[in-house]
């Protein structure tokens, strides 16, 4: 079984430390929920796991599969079976969801067997449409040009069926830069909820405090000022949404 280890990890943006020390693991089969307001450091360690060049590692470890993937490229991380929501998150004219996606499977299984001819395009085929009806897309998604035009609830449904599609063993899906997409959180959690199974761990980020209106999370974290303060069941976002996030404040003045 797989699991994303991250270990005390440091990360300065810009010169400033960011994340304080962030010690999570998530295993394939659970569903974690990253939770905590804004500002306090979510995205930034979903773009370091994916590698952003802007995020400056200064300590720590992140282990996948016996490797320290701080230490690989963005695409050797997906090749190893990670999948790291917004890794393309610029429009690419000209290329269409499927045709992008076709070269994701390509690129993973020549990364596996350099042999590989890649996916026969009837196969492709096959496959992209049982998994659309699976989550419930219309066909004519897979024909529009990655990004170009997206909507941010667009955008979370091309990363839905990207993650469908290449069968990651760990997904870390963030919400939009917006934040307030409501949208957006309610179509990443139905594909969560529809893939989710032993093969699959994810790591959902949201600052959403009713996050269980949408999705039954196994672990919630709460991050708050670069440090995740707290960890539990479900019935720790039932009480962040009655409570706020006030209570934790005296956890980050005793930690730091
Ligand atoms: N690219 C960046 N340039 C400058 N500051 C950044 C950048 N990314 C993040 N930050 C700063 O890092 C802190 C954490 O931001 P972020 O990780 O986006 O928080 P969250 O996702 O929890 O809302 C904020 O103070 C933000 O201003
Ligand atoms: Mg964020």
Do not use: C
Request: zero cysteines; aromatic letters at 6%.
């Amino acid at each position: 079984m797989s699991e994303l280890q991250i270990v005390d990890l440091h990360v300065n943006v810009n010169g400033k430390e960011i994340l304080k020390g962030v010690n999570l693991t998530v295993r394939q089969g659970e569903v974690h929920a990253l939770m905590g307001p804004n500002g306090t450091g979510k995205s930034t360690l979903a773009y370091t796991l994916m590698g952003h060049p802007n995020y400056e590692v200064t300590q720590g470890e992140v282990w996948f599969k016996g490797q320290n993937i701080l230490e690989l490229e963005a695409d050797q991380r997906a090749h190893l079976g990670l999948f790291l929501a917004f890794q393309y998150p610029v429009a690419i004219p000209g290329v269409s969801v499927a045709n992008f996606l076709r070269a994701a499977i390509n690129a993973r299984r020549k990364a596996e067997n350099p042999e590989d001819k890649g996916i026969p395009i009837p196969e492709f085929r096959k496959q992209l449409k049982k998994v659309m009806d699976t989550l419930r897309m219309d066909h004519s998604f897979a024909g529009r040009y990655l990004n170009d035009g997206f909507s941010g609830g667009e955008k979370k449904r091309a990363e839905v069926l990207q993650m469908a599609m290449l069968k990651p063993e760990i997904a870390i899906m963030d919400e939009t830069d917006s934040g307030l997409d409501i949208d957006a959180l309610r179509i990443v959690a139905e594909g969560v909820n529809t893939l989710r199974g032993p093969d699959l761990g994810v790591l959902v980020i949201t600052h959403y405090q009713r996050i269980l209106n949408y999705i039954k999370p196994d672990i919630v974290h709460i991050m708050l000022d670069g440090r995740i303060v707290e960890s539990g069941g479900p019935d720790l976002a039932l009480h962040l949404e009655e409570h706020g996030y006030d209570w934790l404040k005296n956890k980050v003045e005793v930690i730091a």
